[in-house]
């Protein structure tokens, strides 16, 4: 079984082109121009208008939180800041937690995402042992939800009108990601 503190090691994973790191302090000023700007609000669906304070609290406490594992996607030759992901609500005895992403409006339509995304899968099927990943992706995000599906994620369900955003209600699709069956054994 996994332990609830599962997430506690805060590892760096290294890709081709990123490397995703701890969420650290120096990541705050960057983290918060993401998120203030309206396109990754929209992308998210976030409401909440982070200040700068906010931001670095969260990020200076990102190291101690044993419950999730909060990495900056980091270029890896120059070290600039091309978003941040999450795996959190991690369920032990069902082998199961939830994963988010946003890149920053520079950092998409290159491939880092899907990068990111196959690096996080691979840490918290492998090292984790987690079975399932899941995450929610909004109706107005199509481009998004190919990502995620070429990176293994299946639509499991819809969530009817469950966002509210820009005066309409959205649709929110759950996705989720199997550890890949290895040829023998059970899984």
């Known amino acids: 079984m996994i332990d609830a503190t599962a997430l506690s090691e805060k590892p760096v994973l290294t890709g081709a082109r990123i490397r995703l790191a701890p969420?650290?302090?120096?990541?705050?000023?960057?983290?918060?121009?993401?998120?203030?700007?309206?396109?990754?609000?929209?992308?998210?669906?976030?409401?909440?208008?982070?200040?700068l304070?906010?931001?670095?609290?969260?990020?200076?406490?990102?190291?101690?939180?044993?419950?999730r594992l909060d990495l900056a996607i980091e270029d890896r030759e120059t070290g600039g800041f091309l978003g941040e992901l999450a795996l959190s609500g991690i369920d032990p005895p069902n082998a199961h937690g939830s994963f988010r992403i946003a890149l920053t409006p520079d950092a998409?339509?290159?491939?880092?995402?899907?990068?990111?995304?196959?690096?996080?899968?691979?840490?918290?099927?492998?090292?984790?042992?987690?079975?399932?990943?899941?995450?929610?992706v909004f109706d107005y995000n199509p481009r998004a939800?190919?990502?995620y599906e070429k990176c293994g994620f299946e639509v499991e369900g819809r969530m009817r009108e469950a966002l509210f955003w820009d005066g309409a209600w959205h649709d929110v699709f759950v996705m989720?990601?199997?550890?890949?069956?290895?040829?023998?054994?059970?899984?």
């Open 176 to 187: 989720a990601a199997l550890r890949p069956r290895r040829s023998g054994g059970t899984g």
């Open 53 to 67: 304070e906010e931001m670095q609290a969260w990020c200076a406490g990102s190291a101690d939180r044993a419950d």
């Open 145 to 147: 939800r190919r990502t």
């Open 23 to 51: 969420l650290s302090s120096r990541h705050a000023a960057a983290f918060h121009t993401a998120a203030v700007d309206p396109e990754t609000r929209r992308l998210t669906g976030t409401h909440h208008d982070f200040t």
């Open 108 to 136: 998409t339509g290159r491939g880092i995402g899907s990068e990111a995304i196959r690096l996080l899968l691979d840490y918290a099927f492998d090292r984790v042992g987690l079975h399932r990943v899941q995450l929610e």
